[in-house]
């Protein structure tokens, strides 16, 4: 099934990836629709969790029993574009002496931290049963494009002395602490079929960070100019990927 959410805390479930993709269950208003299931137990959970930093989907002491496939799949995707472009100008002029200057700096910091969680777990009394396959997967993938640069120009014109000076500078900070953990934990899993438990985590940083600096002096006397530039980026990946099955009774037709 797939996990279709319609406000902060209402989720709807999917039998295919095409109606999650469009939004909708097939016949049924209901909160939460289990096509396919034959049966569960009283009191039992079915729970699907998001908010925080987190993304999960997952049964938790439940007894489920299903005709087709059954399907826990929590994944993250995140993109992020940020952009920090500045530049500056000073333009001195006099019949005596002219000083111009230009300082400026850009910066930019993005950090991500998400946990992604997909899987079955309880008590071995309780089991999740189908004639099909039982296929639980959890992904992350977080993209980050960072564009940020400085330039500064200055320019003094006198006939006595002049001078100018100019500085820019850019630094970008990158990070993403991120998890993919799909597992099976103190359970018992019979499938017709397959049982698979997978995880991925992919996160990709693209960071660009420039500085520029220029100067111009004119005069019929003495002058001077300086000029300064510098840029950085600083990147950091930190992603966790597990996928476990532990203290379970697994069973499969294959």
Known sequence: YYVIRVSANTFRLALTKADAMRGVVTGNGNAIRMTGV??????????????GSGVSAF??????????????????????????????????GSKGVAIGGAVVGAGSSNRTQTDVFAGVRGSAARAVATT??????????????????????????????SGAISIGFALSTNETHNSAIASVERATVQAGDDVSVFASGASDISAYAFGGA?????????SFAGAGAGAGADNLVSTIVRAEIEGVTATSAH
């Open 38 to 51: 034959t049966g569960t137990e009283a009191g039992d959970d079915l729970r699907f969790v998001t908010g």
């Open 59 to 92: 049964i938790e002491d439940s007894r489920v029993t299903a005709q087709t496939d059954i399907r826990l799949s929590a994944e993250n995707l995140q993109f992020i574009a940020s952009r920090a472009l500045v530049g500056s100008l000073a333009v001195a």
């Open 132 to 161: 099909g396959d039982v296929l639980i997967s959890a992904s992350d993938r977080t993209q980050i494009t960072s564009d940020t640069g400085g330039f500064a120009i200055s320019a003094a014109f006198s006939k006595g002395g």
């Open 214 to 222: 220029g100067t111009l002096t004119v005069s019929k006397v003495a």
